[in-house]
Nanobody, 115 residues
Framework: VQLVESGGGLVQPGGSLRLSCAASGFTFSAYVMSWHRQAPGKERESVAVISAAGDSTNYPESVEGRFTISRDNAKNTVFLEMKGLRPEDTAMYYC?????????WGQGTQVTVST
C-alpha cells in the first residue's frame, strides 16, 4: 500500500487549496479513505472521511462547509478541496486508509495559511 499526497503550499487567509492523494497497492474502490492533519505541538486529527463508493462524507465542525472530500475510484485518487482557509488550518495534511487491519499513512503535505 502506498499513499502519496500532493498539492500543499503557502496560501493567504481566505484562500483555497486542493490536495490530492494517489493510492496504490490495494483495491482502492473498496476502502474508506480519510484526510487528517497535525499542527506543531498538537495531536493528529481527522478532517474528512469518505465512504468507499464516495456517496457519504463526514467532517468535524472545525472544517464543515469549508472542506470537501471527494474521490475518483477510476484513478485511485482522493482529494481534499479547502476553501476559506484560516491560519489555524496550518498543519501537515495526511492521507489515511485502513486495509486488512493495517493502518497506512502517506508522507504528508504541508499547508501553511499566512500573510
Amino acid at each position: 500500500v502506498q499513499l502519496v499526497e500532493s498539492g500543499g503550499g503557502l496560501v493567504q487567509p481566505g484562500g483555497s487549496l486542493r490536495l490530492s492523494c494517489a493510492a496504490s497497492g490495494f483495491t482502492f474502490s473498496a476502502y474508506v479513505m480519510s484526510w487528517h492533519r497535525q499542527a506543531p505541538g498538537k495531536e493528529r486529527e481527522s478532517v474528512a472521511v469518505i465512504s468507499a463508493a464516495g456517496d457519504s462524507t463526514n467532517y468535524p465542525e472545525s472544517v464543515e462547509g469549508r472542506f470537501t472530500i471527494s474521490r475518483d475510484n477510476a484513478k485511485n485518487t482522493v482529494f481534499l478541496e479547502m476553501k476559506g482557509l484560516r491560519p489555524e488550518d496550518t498543519a501537515m495534511y495526511y492521507c489515511f486508509c485502513r486495509v486488512k487491519n493495517q493502518n497506512y499513512w502517506g508522507q504528508g503535505t504541508q499547508v501553511t495559511v499566512s500573510t
